[in-house]
């Protein structure tokens, strides 16, 4: 089965662990699934409904078109105080707003990785509670929370075996979870 997966990656820094880890998916996942990434949430103005008005920004409505033609979501998301990072809100308040909803009844699977113990569960926690509202079809489990990923992250290359493995095995449960 041939698979297309769109991946979000939520920090902006250039050194970022979770980049890092976006970047590891394609050749950990099953054969038959490709992977584009998304444009930067960077790019997005903050939300208003005054630019709304005006028309939606380029970048909101070419991630919704990638959205919409892809069999699936993947989001990779550092934990922001406790929750998500704002540039994540932001973006999903923009994707929100477009007609057809893009991130309705979409599969989605949630990553993050945090350099501390808790690898961003907190604001997987939020993210799940947000995409709720979206009617999402979110992947419940195996859960990838990537803590201590600064000793897993090698120049920019996730190297720690056991966790390739394990995102290997999360991506396989989300391929067939999407192809249902
Ligand atoms: C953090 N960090 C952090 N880590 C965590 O585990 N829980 C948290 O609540 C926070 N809060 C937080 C707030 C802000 C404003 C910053 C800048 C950082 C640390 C964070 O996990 C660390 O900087 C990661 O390296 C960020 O991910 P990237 O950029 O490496 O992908």
Redesign the pocket.
Known sequence: NNLKFVTLTC?L?A?????AIAQSLPELAPAGVTFAPLGSPGEFPHYSTDIEAEGFPPAVLAMAQAIAGADGLIIIT?????SIPGVLKNALDWLSRVSPQPIAGKPVLIQS????K?G?V?AQIHLRQILGYFDARILNKPEAIIGDVSEKVTQGVLTDESTRQFLGRQLAAFSEFAAR
């Open positions: 920090s820094r050194g970022s662990f979770n980049a550092p934990e922001y105080n406790h990785a945090s350099p501390g808790l961003g907190r």
